[in-house]
């Protein structure tokens, strides 16, 4: 079966930075969609950055210019750069994986965003 693990959250001051990695196995990972999705307590989880195989990003609009999603295709990883933390970037962080007809989730990292 396929999986995703997560690593790499903590607890960051505001303004500093992290770096998620998100480890595929048992997927064929360069034809794979891989999002990262995040949760806060009473929120829904939303979509925050997206990369397609053919390197199409897209992130969502409260971490525009302060995140970056990227892939080894060789390491079979992606990895979430976080900077310029906010307090409000606080949450679960999900690794997600998309086939054709297969979708994979990460068990979640916790990042929390406090002075």
């Known amino acids: 079966q396929g999986q995703l693990v997560e690593s790499g959250g903590g607890l960051v001051q505001p303004g500093g930075s992290l770096r998620l990695s998100c480890a595929a196995s048992?997927?064929?990972?360069?034809?794979?969609?891989m999002n990262w999705y995040r949760q806060s307590p009473g929120k829904e989880r939303e979509l925050v950055a997206t990369?397609?195989?053919?390197?199409?990003?897209n992130y969502a609009d409260p971490v525009k210019g302060r995140f970056n999603l990227s892939r080894d295709n060789a390491k079979n990883t992606v990895e979430l750069q976080m900077n310029s933390l906010k307090p409000e970037d606080t949450g679960v962080y999900y690794c997600?994986?998309?086939?054709?007809?297969?979708?994979?989730w990460g068990q979640g990292t916790q990042v929390t965003v406090s002075a």
């Open positions: 990369l397609s195989p053919t390197g199409y990003t």
């Open positions: 048992g997927i064929i990972f360069r034809v794979a969609v």
């Open positions: 997600y994986a998309k086939m054709s007809c297969r979708e994979y």
